[in-house]
C-alpha cells in the first residue's frame, strides 16, 4: 500500500524568508502523480503544486517549488519570499492511476512577521 | 465556474442516529471522492464515485455508504453513527483518473 510521511509536525519561517517541507512516500508503482495542498483555518484545501512522476523537470508555481527526487521517493515543497497569507496546514498527497489519493499528516506552517 | 459545495456546514448528531451529507462538484467533473478529517487519523479517503460507480473505497466499517446522482452530485450516508465519527469530512471532484482534485470546504459533524 502506498503510504506518504510527513517528518515534519510543524515549522516555522520568517515573513520573506524560504522554508522547504519534507515529504516522503512510499510505492511501488512507477506512474503516479504528487500534490501539496495547503490548508488554511478555513478548513478549505487548497491545490498548490502538482507534479508527474513521468516528468523529470521539477513544477514551479510563482513562489512555491518542488525537488522531486523519484529514485529517493521524496517530494519537497519550497516556498520563496514566505508571506504570512502563506501559513496553514500543508499536505503532501500521492494519487496513482487507480485514483487512489494518500495525504500524509500534514505540516503546521508559521510565518512570523 | 463555481466551486466544489458541501451542505451543510455544519451538524450535530447524537449517537444511533444516521446522517447525509451532500456534495455537489464543479460542474464538467465527473469523480466525487470523500474524505475523513480528524486530529487523531488524519486525512483519510472513504470512497470515489465516477459516473455514478464506485471505484474505490477506503478502509471504513459498511455503516459508511455513499451513492452518486446522474448529474454528478454525492451523498454521502453513515449509519448508527458513534462518538468516533466525530470529523469534518471533505468531499472532492475532478475531472478524471489523475487530475487534481478540487475541494469544497467541508461538512464538521459532531456526535454527541
Known amino acids: 500500500a502506498q503510504t506518504v510521511t510527513q517528518s515534519q509536525p510543524e515549522m516555522s519561517v520568517q515573513e520573506a524568508e524560504t522554508v522547504t517541507l519534507s515529504c516522503t512516500y512510499d510505492?511501488?508503482?512507477?506512474?503516479?502523480?504528487l500534490f501539496w495542498y495547503k490548508q488554511p483555518p478555513s478548513r478549505q484545501m487548497i491545490l498548490v503544486i502538482r507534479?508527474?512522476?513521468?516528468?523529470?523537470q521539477n513544477a514551479t508555481e510563482n513562489r512555491f517549488s518542488v525537488n522531486f527526487q523519484k529514485a529517493a521517493k521524496s517530494f519537497s515543497l519550497k516556498i520563496s519570499d514566505s508571506q504570512l497569507g502563506d501559513a496553514a496546514m500543508y499536505f503532501c498527497?500521492?494519487?496513482?492511476?487507480?485514483?487512489?489519493?494518500?495525504f500524509g499528516a500534514g505540516t503546521r506552517l508559521t510565518v512570523k512577521p | 465556474k463555481a466551486g466544489v459545495t458541501q451542505t451543510p456546514r455544519y451538524l450535530i448528531k447524537t449517537r444511533g442516529q444516521q446522517v447525509t451529507l451532500s456534495c455537489s462538484p464543479i460542474?464538467?467533473?465527473?469523480?466525487v471522492s470523500w474524505y475523513q478529517q480528524t486530529p487523531g487519523q488524519g486525512l483519510q479517503f472513504l470512497f470515489e464515485?465516477?459516473?455514478?460507480?464506485?471505484?474505490n473505497k477506503g478502509n471504513f466499517p459498511g455503516r459508511f455508504s455513499g451513492r452518486q446522482f446522474s448529474n454528478s452530485r454525492s451523498e454521502m450516508n453513515v449509519s448508527t453513527l458513534e462518538l468516533g465519527d466525530s470529523a469534518l469530512y471533505l468531499c472532492?471532484?475532478?475531472?478524471?483518473?489523475?487530475?487534481?482534485?478540487?475541494f469544497g470546504q467541508g461538512t464538521r459533524l459532531t456526535v454527541v
Open positions: 498527497a500521492y494519487r496513482n492511476n487507480n485514483n487512489d489519493m494518500r
Open positions: 460542474s464538467g467533473h465527473r469523480s
Open positions: 472532492a471532484s475532478g475531472q478524471g483518473k489523475t487530475t487534481e482534485a478540487f
Open positions: 464515485y465516477f459516473s455514478e460507480t464506485q471505484r
Open positions: 507534479q508527474e512522476a513521468y516528468k523529470q
Open positions: 510505492t511501488s508503482e512507477s506512474d503516479y502523480y
